[in-house]
């Protein structure tokens, strides 16, 4: 049975950081890409940074230059590096794990539970 499970988020003020894991168990597949997405109340889900099986990165216009996603395919754990976070970064944080490298969140079958950030002054 596969599982992630996130871990590392909490409550910030602005421009802060946090560090967010993602530990998978169970994925056999290690040729997987992964991903974290994040959802704010009231709003569409949204992809924040790819990585493919090998660890080629791929970030979005409001994640490239402050966020880094890394991933130890030896500890089955991804990871999302924040800086400078902002009041629109409140969100809740998923990791997922899919056969596609991919933007779109159809393409996951395998989904964590979330960990929740919260920038606030």
């Known amino acids: 049975q596969v599982q992630l499970v996130e871990s590392g988020g909490g409550t910030v003020r602005p421009g802060g950081s946090l560090k967010l894991s993602c530990v998978a168990s169970?994925?056999?597949?290690?040729?997987?890409?992964m991903a974290w997405f994040r959802q704010a109340p009231g709003k569409e889900r949204e992809g924040v940074a790819v990585?493919?099986?090998?660890?080629?990165?791929s970030y979005i216009d409001f994640s490239k230059d402050r966020f880094t996603i890394s991933r130890d395919n030896a500890q089955n754990t991804l990871y999302l590096q924040m800086n400078s976070l902002k009041f629109e970064d409140t969100a809740m944080y998923y990791c997922?794990?899919?056969?596609?490298?991919?933007?779109?969140?159809?393409?996951?079958?395998?989904w964590g539970q979330g960990t929740q950030v919260t920038v606030s002054s």
């Open positions: 990585i493919s099986a090998l660890g080629s990165p």
């Open positions: 169970g994925l056999t597949d290690r040729s997987l890409s």
């Open positions: 997922a794990a899919g056969p596609t490298y991919s933007w779109h969140a159809s393409s996951y079958p395998y």
